[in-house]
């Protein structure tokens, strides 16, 4: 069967099995392997897509829901030259250790902020509840995302 | 390998549920997939609910409410009347799995699956909930205590979809309370639940209880003796006390790997105390 | 984007940041190719029993499968192990732990081979299974392993113990147990191979030790070493669960009967929790002397360490427990008894904290219980006990290197959240009861005596004009990849527009040892200090001769280029590249970490490792809040003060403190591996609970800077020290907030309800 959507922008097609998961698409079929996967049951959140806008559990999707759809997976944030304030943050802040929890929580923290521009920290956590970080104990995560939300506000470098 | 098929309307949806009776319906799949994948449930045709407008929505006629079952449950915490009339439920919606599982699962997903656990369960029973069941030909509504039967079973018939949850808006002046027990913050499973809905007279008198406890048992437990206890009364520790012994006498719930029976119980009753910060305030 | 120059002592941002940040950094796991197969192994699914036939039959005519091998496809010993090497790379014989592979599939796709796996069956005798390590020691339990079920047991003795008491003027007695850990990385365990039509293997692997790998799977396969290429990606979390073969033999196995094709092989979360490798479980009996004065006087220990069914790191992880039991205080008489013990538990290994997280648990909580007991302050008594310079430690070895114990608790002391806590108690919400805990904590570095812990730096000059660092030593996340990279670019002033980093590959770097034990930027560091000079030394004197200068005096080193002070004259890197072969734009140079002098120890049955003799230090400060109504812990504030000599990156430090702070809580509070008869009960995300970000507070971090003059920079490893604290510091402010003495974990919120519910007066134990 064949699916129509917008991956990163880009119109694309996917040929295959409707029974498919959205990651393994997503990372076998377009090698797009920043999506990544820690649990495939929804526990994690490694697999964090934006569809439509909305964070969602790649794992937990079946590939006809692409259908029409606009998505968003971590190389579609930020451009080649210059990183979304977000990613920006997440560096200066040491945000990232292993950084495999890191593009699921790039997404879910861009999409806490197109929501609450001026997120206080517990907002920030509880936006990040449903990605799982084994390295860094959250704060620092916590700390860039404040720091990329006043970066927005004043259109400055987080 | 398996069909997944993805109807846009409820037109589509019987015209696929007719080619493929023995596929099953799912909306969020953050239940049905992950026991696929676990193989608690075998292999077999889906089709997806989420693309079905006409199962998306919240509409208020005067006190009445209707939920319509194929809302994710983050949409309905963005519902102003969903806050501000059923705050015990948002309560509850807050408290379910992550951001991400709120973007995909829906309020229909949660009363289906009828986990004994499912966080949605015990403020609909407190709401006295009643369940709308379509079919190509017909609709039917149900009580939702009525509905769950127990661990995973439901009324649900084949051919049959839930397609909407029916509620009657609480007096704007009862107090609403919801409070879950986990082992942690976000993606918990519930080891104790409760939900309260009570009217209080202005002289602090209650004049009308509706109690609910999850995962205390195989379906939600409502202990009308409980209840019963309060109405009549100011609401006091002491009495909140003495109606927490009988509820810890009214729940079964069972012993596994994340609590006690023991355990559960003991906070089934205790979980009634907090109503008193309700009332009299956090100091 | 600028390029600054890195300031070794200033906060340097992750060099692999940009990359991971953005998704394009490529793990293990992101290794794809078109024609590759997929590799999965069968797991036993029962704990202990004889294997009479493997029926592979059903498996194989799955369409889709390509090979099923099982034992007698193993070439070589089919033994890999690190230390001892006893575990099979497929079980032909016996089974002893759930997890044991039987058979290997090779398959198409992933629904071939779930298929094929589900589909092969096996007869078994089931034998009786033990599952505790004091049992497994009594006459007559069930053999896991013919020479018996005792791994390693070890003493450590100093002064005389037992007649030490007799001088003391209080003596308490306990036992405290600790359950399995799970390293849950979010990257499972996992790797990529191929067999080169020579013979030889190439192995993409999320391994800690890729040197050594190749060791362990030439031994298990029959192989020689030097042909096997192993390289190791940024690996997506480790924690000590990826040191050691975990995919790696059976990978290669796969590979070998693949045709010459790709293979991967991705344990899914279930199987890396019944096949992977876990923190000991501990039995630990205690037995602690003071004087009326608060002095510490003798400690007598048995310490019972489960190793599960294969030895791993066992006997090293109970030898440097048994180095720690003591906790980082002066004690004159100690008699430390330990037993790593076989069992039909899942396999325990290397984890982050490495057997000095059990014993910080129970020194720490006899420390409280004996200020308790002496109306002491648990801060003063600390105090008064901490090791300082120039003191022996429980083992015996004079502390000559920095030791900032003293420091970490006084700045505790000094500190408002410390000072405010009566306060803060006071202001205890309805239902809720605040306390306060305090401990201190250490851990030692490198792999000890008897194990030179070695690496060797490469640094070279490109053809490009920029400065390479050849990193031997795996980074799992703990940034020290990074670090090399702003040691080299602060040694040779370079900005990171000019410096680059190759990641630990056999073909290309040199063997460093592995990513463990709080040493890699330590020991890779120093190897890497001495190349850098070595460099620029080499690099000044050919730019003097391309400069045409008589001497080379006054040359120095710039991004891109050197120049001639006095002349202003400069060359490009890239000019003198190109005048230079390769082999005279490199410098290699390696480091050997020092060791304990100390003769005349009384210790005996130690293989490897002991003693230690460098340590990090730190003392933590935690305010709980318990909820009466469900026994619910939260942790309201959290304070780390740790001793890592001289900071090469304040940052990094800041990150290791709060990330094993965070997973030293879920072992304090909700992290348990569920088992019956050895078969885990709760193997998922789901049911084995692991902190989120509404569970984990803002942890501050604070250090105290000695300086470490063996290590580079001044600097000394920490990533692990920050892992022990939790559990005793929630442990004390349990004691403190209501009265439970708490001496097992997790201190989930049903055990602390129980133990408010039997409150009939003080101390009620949990």
Known sequence: MSIICKINGNDTEIQGASDRRVVDVLREDLGLTGTKEGCGAGECGACTILVDGEPRLSCLMMAVQLQDKAVTTIEGIGESEALHPVQEAFVEHGAVQCGFCTPGMVLSAVNLLSLHPEPDRNRIRRALSGNLCRCTGYVKIVDAVEAAARAMAEGSKP | ?283 | MTHDIPAVGCPFPRFDARSKVSGAEKYATDEYAPDMLWAGARRAGLAHGRILAVHTNDAESVPGVFRVLTRKDVPGTNRQGIVHKDQPVLAGQKIRHCGEPVALVLAENREALKLALSRIRLDVEPLPGVFDPETALNPGAPMVHAAGNTLLSAVIQKGDAAKAFSDCDVILEDCFEVPFQEHAFLETENGFAQQKPDGSLVMTVSTQAPFRDRMEIGHALGLDFSSIRVISPYLGGGFGGKDGATVQCLLALAAMNANGRPVKMWWDREESFIAGYKRHAARLYYKLGAGADGTLKSLECRLYYDTGAYAHLGGEVLELGMEHAGGPYRIPHVSIQGWCVYTNNPVSGAMRGFGVSQVAFAIEQMMNRLAEKLCMDPLELRLKNALRRGDRNSSGVTLMHSTGIVSCLKTIERHPLWRNRADWKARAGRFKRRGVGVCAVFNAMGYGRGLPDSAIAKVELTQEGRIRVYCGVSDMGQGNASAFVQIAGDMLCQDTGHLELILPDTDRTHPSGSSSAGRTTYTYGNALVRSCLQLKEKLIHRASLVLFLDEPVGLVLLPGRVRHLPSGREVSFSTLAAMLPESDRTAIDQHVMTVASDGNLNASGFILGFPHVLFSYAAHLAGIEIDELTGGVSVRFYLAVTDAGRIINPQGVEQQVQGGVAQGLGYALCEDILLRDGKILNPSLTDYIVPTALDVPDVASLTVETVESTGPFGMKGMGEVGMNGPLPVVAGAVLDAVGVWVKRSPVTAERILEALGLNTGAGRKL
């Open chain 2, 1 to 283: 390998m398996k069909q997944v098929l993805l109807p846009r309307s409820m037109n589509d949806l019987w015209a696929m549920m007719h080619d493929l009776p023995d596929a099953a319906v799912y909306a969020g799949g953050t239940d049905l997939l992950v026991k696929m994948r676990s193989g608690l449930i075998p292999p077999k045709d889906l089709i997806c609910l989420e693309r079905i407008q006409a199962l998306k929505g919240v509409m208020v006629h005067g006190d009445r409410m209707v939920i319509l079952a194929g809302t994710p449950l983050s949409h309905l915490l963005r519902e102003p009347a969903i806050t501000r009339h059923l705050p015990v439920l948002a309560k509850a919606i807050t408290c379910l799995g992550s951001p991400l599982i709120r973007n995909m699962g829906t309020i229909g997903g949660n009363v289906c699956t009828a986990s004994p656990a499912g966080d949605t369960l015990a403020p609909l029973y407190a709401l006295d909930a009643r369940v709308e069941l379509a079919s190509e030909t017909s609709v039917r509504s149900l009580p939702i205590s009525r509905f769950i039967l127990g661990p995973g079973q439901t009324l649900l018939e084949t051919g049959e979809i839930l397609s909407a949850i029916h509620v009657e808006k609480p007096h704007p002046e009862a107090i609403q309370h919801f409070e879950k027990v986990g082992r942690r913050n976000a993606l918990a499973c519930s080891l104790a639940s409760m939900a309260a809905i009570l009217r209080l007279s202005d002289g602090g008198i209650v004049m009308a209880a509706s109690l609910a406890w999850g995962s205390v048992g195989p379906t939600v437990i409502t202990c009308l003796e409980a209840a019963d206890w309060l109405i009549g009364q100011p609401l006091s520790m002491d009495r909140l006390t003495q109606a927490a012994a009988i509820v810890q006498k009214a729940v079964c719930p069972i012993t596994d790997i994340r609590a006690t029976a023991d355990y559960r119980r003991a906070v089934a009753g205790n979980l009634l105390l907090r109503i008193c910060e309700q009332k009299m305030g956090n100091p």
